[in-house]
C-alpha cells in the first residue's frame, strides 16, 4: 500500500509499505477514506516528541471502510464506515472502565504515559496510522464509531480528535453558565474549544494568536472577540484588563509544545533543553483569576518543561489536562453535528491526495494559504 514514512525531522515521504494484516483477533482493517493533519502530527514531523521512529506512519484522525475483521470483532462487518478515535482503548481495564480511554493500561503497556495512540511516537505504542491506503485497528468493538447511512465523511472526521478534545477543554474548565473564558491558540482544537465554551453556557470567549488570518477565521466561525499577542504590549496585563483586572474564569491552552511568544522559552524549547515551549501554559496561569480554571489540552513531550508553578499554587488555580478521551464524548457530540449546532467540517480549507501529503504538511505548518485544517484523500 501507499503510506506516509517518517525519515526523520521535518523528512516524510509517501512510500510503498506492506498492506496491514490482522495480528490479533480483536482487530479490524479498514480502507481509508479520509485522514487529517493533526498539530500533534508537526510535532513529530519537527523532531520534538522523543522516540518517533524513522519508518513510521502518522495519522491518528480518520475515516474507513472495514475490509476485514478478526474472528472475535462482533460489532462490525465488511463494507461498515466507521470515525476511529486517536486512542487505542481495551474497554475494560481500571482506566477505561472509568471512561479514562486516554489512559488505557492495556494498548501502551511499556510506559506510563497515555494510552495507545495511532500514529504516534513510540512512547504512546508505535502503532502504525491512518495517513495510508489501509490502517489496523485493534480492539475493534470498542473504539471505531459507525458513521450513520446519512452523513459524509468529513461531517464525522473530526470526531477522531479535535472536536472532542476542544470540548474535554471546554468541559475541564468547569464552564456551567455566564463564565468568562481565554482560548489560547486558534488552530482547530482551539476554534472547537471555543464552540464547545458557548455551547456549555460561556458568557464571554476571547481568542489569542499572533496569525491574523487565524484570527479572522475564529472570529468567523467561532463568534469570538479576538486578539492579536503581538500587537498589545503585554499580552497578560491586556487580558486581565479585559476582566476588570482580574482575569477570566477559565483559561485553555489549546497551543501546546511550539507556542510562540518568548524567545528564552524557544530557544531552551526548540533546543531540547525542556521538553517544548510552555508560553501558553505560562500566561494561562498567569492571565485567569485567583480561584480561576486552567485547562491544557495542547501538547507537550515528557519529560519536564519551565512552568510557572509558584503562581499557580499562590493564586489557587485548578489545573486540569489530559489527552482525550474520545469515545466517551462522540456520540454527544454527533448529535451536535446532526443538530446543526457544529459545522466540524467547515473548518476544512484545503484537501489532498496521499501523494501530495509532504505539501499537505508544508502548508499546514508555515500557515500558509490561509490553512486551517488539511484533509488527505487515500483513494485520490
Known amino acids: 500500500m501507499r503510506a506516509l514514512s517518517y525519515f526523520g525531522p521535518n523528512k516524510i515521504k509517501v512510500v510503498r509499505k506492506p498492506d496491514p494484516r490482522i495480528e490479533h483477533s480483536n482487530d479490524a482493517i479498514l480502507r481509508v477514506t479520509r485522514s487529517a493533519i493533526c498539530g500533534s502530527d508537526l510535532h513529530l514531523l519537527h523532531g520534538l516528541v522523543p522516540d518517533t521512529r524513522v519508518g513510521c506512519t502518522f495519522g491518528h484522525e480518520f475515516t474507513g471502510t472495514v475490509e476485514e475483521i478478526g474472528p472475535s470483532v462482533k460489532n462490525l462487518r465488511r463494507g461498515d464506515r466507521v470515525v476511529v478515535p486517536?486512542?487505542?482503548?481495551?474497554?475494560?481495564?481500571?482506566?477505561?472502565?472509568?471512561?479514562?480511554?486516554?489512559?488505557?493500561?492495556?494498548?501502551?503497556?511499556?510506559?506510563?504515559?497515555?494510552?495507545?495512540?495511532?500514529?504516534?511516537?513510540?512512547?504512546?505504542?508505535?502503532?502504525?496510522?491512518?495517513?495510508?491506503?489501509?490502517?489496523?485497528?485493534?480492539?475493534?468493538?470498542?473504539?471505531?464509531?459507525?458513521?450513520?447511512?446519512?452523513?459524509?465523511?468529513?461531517?464525522?472526521?473530526?470526531?477522531?480528535?479535535?472536536?472532542?478534545?476542544?470540548?474535554?477543554?471546554?468541559?475541564?474548565?468547569?464552564?456551567?453558565?455566564?463564565?468568562?473564558?481565554?482560548?489560547?491558540?486558534?488552530?482547530?482544537?482551539?476554534?472547537?474549544?471555543?464552540?464547545?465554551?458557548?455551547?456549555?453556557?460561556?458568557?464571554?470567549?476571547?481568542?489569542?494568536?499572533?496569525?491574523?488570518?487565524?484570527?479572522?477565521?475564529?472570529?468567523?466561525?467561532?463568534?469570538?472577540?479576538?486578539?492579536?499577542?503581538?500587537?498589545?504590549?503585554?499580552?497578560?496585563?491586556?487580558?486581565?484588563?479585559?476582566?476588570?483586572?482580574?482575569?477570566?474564569?477559565?483559561?485553555?491552552?489549546?497551543?501546546g509544545m511550539e507556542a510562540e511568544g518568548s524567545k528564552l522559552h524557544r530557544v531552551l524549547g526548540m533546543g531540547f533543553m525542556q521538553a517544548g515551549v510552555p508560553v501558553a501554559i505560562n500566561w494561562a496561569i498567569q492571565t485567569v483569576r485567583k480561584g480561576g480554571n486552567v485547562s491544557i489540552i495542547g501538547v507537550y513531550g515528557p519529560p519536564w518543561n519551565l512552568v510557572d508553578i509558584g503562581t499557580a499554587m499562590n493564586k489557587g488555580i485548578t489545573v486540569r489536562m489530559n489527552q482525550c478521551n474520545v469515545r466517551r464524548y462522540m456520540p454527544h457530540l454527533l448529535k451536535h453535528i446532526r443538530e446543526g449546532r457544529i459545522d466540524a467540517k467547515g473548518i476544512i480549507t484545503h484537501r489532498f491526495p496521499l501523494s501530495a501529503a509532504p505539501k499537505a504538511y508544508q502548508t499546514f505548518s508555515d500557515k500558509k494559504d490561509g490553512c486551517v485544517k488539511c484533509v488527505l484523500t487515500p483513494a485520490a
Open 86 to 255: 486517536f486512542n487505542i482503548s481495551c474497554g475494560t481495564c481500571f482506566y477505561c472502565s472509568r471512561g479514562l480511554s486516554a489512559n488505557c493500561e492495556n494498548t501502551n503497556p511499556n510506559s506510563d504515559v497515555a494510552s495507545g495512540v495511532f500514529g504516534y511516537s513510540h512512547t504512546t505504542g508505535g502503532y502504525d496510522g491512518g495517513q495510508a491506503e489501509y490502517v489496523r485497528v485493534p480492539f475493534a468493538d470498542v473504539g471505531p464509531m459507525k458513521i450513520p447511512d446519512d452523513m459524509e465523511e468529513e461531517e464525522v472526521l473530526f470526531l477522531s480528535d479535535i472536536l472532542p478534545t476542544g470540548y474535554q477543554a471546554a468541559e475541564m474548565g468547569e464552564i456551567k453558565g455566564g463564565e468568562t473564558v481565554v482560548v489560547f491558540g486558534c488552530g482547530p482544537v482551539g476554534l472547537f474549544a471555543m464552540k464547545s465554551a458557548w455551547l456549555l453556557g460561556a458568557g464571554r470567549v476571547i481568542a489569542v494568536d499572533h496569525v491574523d488570518y487565524r484570527l479572522e477565521f475564529a472570529g468567523r466561525y467561532a463568534g469570538v472577540e479576538t486578539v492579536n499577542f503581538r500587537r498589545v504590549p503585554d499580552i497578560v496585563t491586556w487580558l486581565k484588563d479585559q476582566f476588570e483586572g482580574r482575569g477570566p474564569d477559565v483559561a485553555i491552552d489549546a497551543v
